[in-house]
């Protein structure tokens, strides 16, 4: 039930006759509620809690206990200034109103406040509550900091010089720094920014991640954006790797015209471009494509694997592809291959093919070089085609088959077998100036020369000479003779220089030798054994080789028919 005690207490003696006494201590095992009541300033002591209440007002018949337990201050608001509000033991607790202290806030034990504002240093140790603090000199807390405010938290520092806030831990190798935000969802929930300066990330660890950018999200991504200054990715003998899974790496993929470089030309740098099945494309857009190595090698396809190289092989479209420079050039093709081809416009239907030199040119153009057996096959396939070998204007020197020989050697021209007429033509053209001259084995041969001209068994038409009148043919032949076999027709004056031999035995009766001409009126010359036995033109001359006096040496054919008379001769 509510303690009553209203009623002061009052003393009797001298010098005064009267005097009130201050209250006992009401003592109880409670603590004082506001129905309780005495004396202002009256004291209440709780045993079973150890705490004690003043009696501080009585309003509306409410009674108001002010209390600190175990021997603490109860107050809404403290300052300081100047010196020192230090707790050694226990809690400070300020659940109203501010502190404000002028020197060195020290707490050591646990405390609870409400706003304070430090003008000197405040130094915690132990597990504190700072609903709002304004620290002007030095904040030092030791053990576990909270900081927890359901508005914005706000670290500022008016210091101008490096280090103005410095977060430190300091524990252990174990020790980490935290900085999170648990529910921002925005691309900006954790931000760095400086605003006139940069941002420094330092990493002092001795390892590949010394720092580490994670987006552990797996649809996460990290966009960074530069302004003129760029970006720049940089280490000190150390490698940089970008890896996507199975993800693109884009650089320079934007619509903007840059230079995009990779690698340098210092020393020994390299540069690999490594891909699977998907392949390496490489795709500029009316632009130049170069590859320059210096006096390095350029190697396409230089493994072992079987490939199709393709340069140039877009469809319907003209290109101009260029290989060889102006300088002294060593170019091979196929060079160091054991078999296989090398073709060249093997699919073109129209266009020029050229090898050589157009201008002024003074090197060999060589076409089988190796010293093994080969075909070489120009213009072999079916269709008509045009060959030209040294068809230009200049006094070219052309050979075939020119080379010293060890082995025997065949040198055929139209020598197929023809399904229709085939025409061979050397120097047939219309020279406007100078002699022309067409030389068919004119070297000497220490084993001598077989010369063939339309030797085959077909029926043959061969002319041989010009019928221009001022024309000579001259035919030659040493002790060997010169031997005709068939008939012969001489068009034009027949000169020799030696014996005219027709072969043959001489036959008896005789057989037509020499035509005169080659009409069939023609008389002819003919040697047999015997009278003459034939018919023969009229006017023909039959000389016999078997005869004996003046009237039997020689005859001529009186008509058509067979019938000889007998030339007269000297003793």
């Known amino acids: 039930m509510p303690v009553k005690r ?21 003592i109880e095992q409670r603590d004082p509620g506001t129905a309780d009541q005495g004396e202002l300033g009256q004291l209440w002591v709780n045993e079973a809690s150890d705490t004690a209440f003043i009696l501080t007002s009585i309003t509306g018949g409410a009674s108001t206990w002010t209390t600190s337990p175990s021997g603490g201050t109860s107050a809404t608001s403290f300052t300081v200034n100047p010196g020192n509000l230090t707790v050694t033991a226990g809690d400070l607790i300020v659940t109203a109103g501010d502190a404000t202290i002028g020197g060195t806030l020290a707490v050591t034990g646990d405390s609870s406040f409400g706003n304070v504002s430090v003008g000197g240093t405040l130094n915690v140790v132990g597990l504190t509550t700072l609903a709002d603090v304004d620290v002007v000199g030095t904040a030092t807390f030791t053990g576990d900091v909270d900081i927890t405010d359901t508005a914005s938290i706000s670290l500022t520092s008016t210091n101008n010089a490096a280090g103005a806030i410095t977060l430190t831990a300091n524990g252990g190798t174990s020790e980490t720094i935290v900085i999170q935000s648990l529910q921002g969802t925005g691309n900006a929930s954790l931000d760095l920014i400086s605003t006139s300066g940069g941002i420094t990330l330092n990493g002092g660890k001795a390892s590949a991640n010394a720092i580490n950018l994670t987006a552990s999200n797996a649809a996460g991504g990290m966009t960074f954006s530069t302004g003129t200054g760029g970006f720049a990715l940089t280490a000190t003998n150390g490698a940089i790797s970008f890896a996507s899974g199975t993800g693109a790496i884009n650089i ?3 619509a903007a015209a840059h230079t995009i470089t990779v690698g340098n030309v210092t020393g020994a740098t390299a540069v690999n471009v490594n891909t699977g099945t998907g392949g390496t494309t490489y795709t500029t857009t009316n632009g130049i494509f170069t590859l320059a190595t210096g006096t ?3 190697s396409l396809s230089a493994d072992a694997a079987a490939t199709t190289i393709n340069i140039g092989t877009g469809a319907a479209v003209v290109k101009t592809i260029s290989i060889g420079g102006t300088g002294a050039n060593v170019i091979g093709i196929g060079n160091t291959q054991t078999a296989g ?10 266009g020029t093919i050229t090898i050589g030199g157009t201008a002024a040119q003074t090197g060999t153009i060589t076409l089988s070089a190796s010293t093994a057996a080969q075909t070489i096959a120009i213009a072999n396939t079916n269709g008509t085609k045009t060959i030209g070998i040294g068809n230009g204007v200049d006094g070219n020197q052309i050979t075939v088959g020119n080379g010293i020989n060890t082995t025997s050697q065949t040198i055929t ?8 007429i085939n025409i ?6 219309n020279a406007t100036a100078g002699l022309q001259t067409v030389n068919i084995a004119t070297g000497t ?7 063939n001209i339309a030797t085959g068994a077909a029926v043959n038409t061969v002319v041989i000479g010009s019928t221009n009148t001022t024309s000579t043919t001259t035919i030659q032949a040493g002790s060997g003779g010169f031997n005709v076999t068939g008939n012969t027709v001489v068009t034009g004056t027949l000169r020799a220089t030696g014996i005219i031999t027709a072969t043959g035995a001489v036959t008896a009766g005789g057989a037509a030798a020499f035509n005169t001409g080659t009409g069939a009126t023609s008389p002819q010359i003919v040697a047999g054994s015997g009278v003459p036995s034939f018919s023969a033109t009229k006017g023909s001359l039959y000389l016999r080789t078997d005869g004996t006096t003046t009237n039997d040496r020689a005859y ?13 001769t000297a003793a």
Do not use: E, H, K
């Open 252 to 254: 320079g993929a934007d």
């Open 341 to 350: 081809s090398v073709s060249v416009g093997a699919a073109m239907t129209t």
């Open 424 to 429: 061979v033509n050397i120097q047939n053209g």
């Open 445 to 451: 041969s220490s084993a001598g020369r077989a010369v």
């Open 556 to 568: 001529i054919a009186s008509d058509n028919a067979g019938t000889w008379t007998a030339l007269t």
């Open 6 to 26: 209203t009623r002061a207490q009052t003393s009797y003696g001298y010098p005064n006759p009267q005097a009130n006494l201050f209250p006992n201590p009401i």
């Open 296 to 298: 390095g090698a350029i």
């Open 413 to 420: 021209v139209a020598g197929g077998a023809a399904a229709a």
